[in-house]
Structures are given as C-alpha cells and as structure tokens.
C-alpha cells in the first residue's frame, strides 16, 4: 500500500522552472516504479513520463523531453519532476502514480496509487 502527496506546483512566468515533489508512504515504496501524468483543462489526461525504482530507468513524453527530468531519492521516500523552459501548454494538473515493478512505464492500466495533484500554471 502506497499513500502519494504531490506538492512544489503553483504560478510561473513562461521559461521558468518549478520542481515538483512526490512524497510517499508505505513500506512498499521501493517495490514501485513512478509515472507523473497530468491533465488540463478541457483535455483529457496525459502520460508525462515515469522513473524506474532504482532511478537507472526513465520515459518521457515527445512534448517534455529535454525539458523536464525525473528523479527520485529513495532515502527520503520522494520522486522529483524538475520542470524547465515550461510554456503555457504546460499548464495542467499534475500527478503522480505508483507501478508495480513488474510492468513497464508504459503500461498505463497498472498504474495502482494516485495522489491527489498539484496546479502548475504557467503564464504567457
């Protein structure tokens, strides 16, 4: 059992970044991978990208890449989404979710624990 808080969104002026943080809960942290996905509004939800548990493997979606990156500090229970350059379509909703280590990032139906969500909106 997984429990998520995202947290670190807020207000930021177009090229600026933001780092949003996923903290987690549960002895079963590290048997998990974690996705971020993330929605706005008017549109459906988006897979932005995951990091494998060990950190040695990530995916990222054609519209963040080189721009955002993942990372995650087992230590201290969080994952990280560094967000740089951000544009005003980035605006959205975002998420972060738990994997069984056993599927792939991509396999979005297995995605199990969700946290509530964090606002980023970014400002033209």
């Known amino acids: 059992q997984v429990q998520l808080v995202e947290s670190g969104g807020g207000l930021v002026q177009a090229g600026g970044s933001l780092r949003l943080s996923c903290a987690a809960s549960?002895?079963?942290?590290?048997?998990?991978?974690l996705g971020w996905f993330r929605q706005a509004p008017g549109k459906e939800r988006e897979f932005v990208g995951a990091i494998t548990w060990s950190g040695k493997g990530t995916y990222y979606a054609d519209s963040v890449k080189g721009r955002f990156t993942f990372s995650r500090d087992n230590a201290k229970n969080t994952v990280y989404l560094q967000m740089n350059n951000l544009k005003p379509e980035d605006t959205a909703v975002y998420y972060c979710?738990?994997?069984?280590?056993?599927?792939?990032?991509?396999?979005?139906?297995?995605?199990?624990?969700w946290g509530q969500g964090t606002q980023v909106t970014v400002s033209s």
């Open positions: 979710a738990a994997l069984p280590r056993q599927y792939g990032l991509t396999d979005l139906k297995f995605y199990d624990y």
């Open positions: 549960g002895h079963t942290f590290t048997n998990y991978d």
